[in-house]
T-cell receptor
Framework: QKEVEQNSGPLSVPEGAIASLNCTYS??????FFWYRQYSGKSPELIMF????GDKEDGRFTAQLNKASQYVSLLIRDSQPSDSATYLC?????????????FGTGTQLKVEL | GAVVSQHPSRVICKSGTSVKIECRSL??????MFWYRQFPKQSLMLMAT?????????EQGVEKDKFLINHASLTLSTLTVTSAHPEDSSFYIC?????????????FGPGTRLTVL
């Protein structure tokens, strides 16, 4: 089992729809969880992070965390073509040691006109 | 806030030469910086963790004598690819974790694209 698992996609959604990106992780003791966006040929950009169970909203983005199910998701409301990118889930795992982040392989999102 | 710069953004060199990449946190202090490598259409691969004033911690399979890391201050880390070969061609990205951060968030530099001829 991979430590941080994401569906590689591509996930295609029409403009204006809600995009739902999912991530599962193996280390039950993980403390904090991050979503990064990476455009092709560019470096990752931090969108938001979450550390408590429940929802955290920031503009059009909502992160959801369920530690019991070891599951974290990112919802993007009113998806725009400019949201088309690869979304990386990252986890600060206790077994990783210190402050390393373990990244998933990313989900490619395509927002279609 | 939380801006990380990298220099150079792109470098082309001949096989056998050494290349130095700088990573700077511009508006915060970073006790820890990280170096990643990313090949086309693949995920980020952590190469090493760099702590200010101490030796870097390398991930398994990464040659510490080939990829020299120096973290001389709280705002600067450098990666030197020694005796570069074509297989070292990749996208090298650094990240920095604020010393004041609680949740170990990392902010990434824009990356350095290395091409070894």
């Amino acid at each position: 089992q991979k430590e941080v698992e994401q569906n590689s996609g591509p996930l295609s959604v029409p403009e204006g729809a809600i995009a739902s990106l999912n991530c599962t992780y193996s280390d039950r003791g993980s403390q904090s969880f991050f979503w990064y966006r990476q455009y092709s040929g560019k470096s990752p950009e931090l969108i938001m992070f979450i550390y408590s169970n429940g929802d955290k909203e920031d503009g059009r983005f909502t992160a959801q965390l369920n530690k019991a199910s070891q599951y974290v998701s990112l919802l993007i409301r009113d998806s725009q073509p400019s949201d088309s990118a690869t979304y990386l889930c990252a986890v600060n795992m206790v077994t990783g040691g210190g402050n390393k982040l373990t990244f998933g392989t990313g989900t490619q999102l395509k927002v279609e006109l | 806030g939380a801006v990380v710069s990298q220099h150079p953004s792109r470098v082309i060199c001949k096989s056998g030469t050494s290349v130095k990449i700088e990573c700077r946190s511009l508006d915060f202090q970073a006790t820890t910086m990280f170096w990643y490598r990313q090949f086309p259409k693949q995920s980020l691969m952590l190469m090493a963790t760099s702590n200010e004033g101490s030796k870097a911690t390398y991930e398994q399979g990464v040659e510490k004598d080939k990829f020299l890391i120096n973290h001389a201050s709280l705002t600067l880390s450098t990666l030197t690819v020694t005796s570069a070969h074509p297989e070292d061609s990749s996208f090298y990205i650094c990240s920095a974790s604020p010393s004041s951060g609680v949740y170990n968030e990392q902010f990434f530099g824009p990356g350095t694209r290395l091409t070894v001829l």
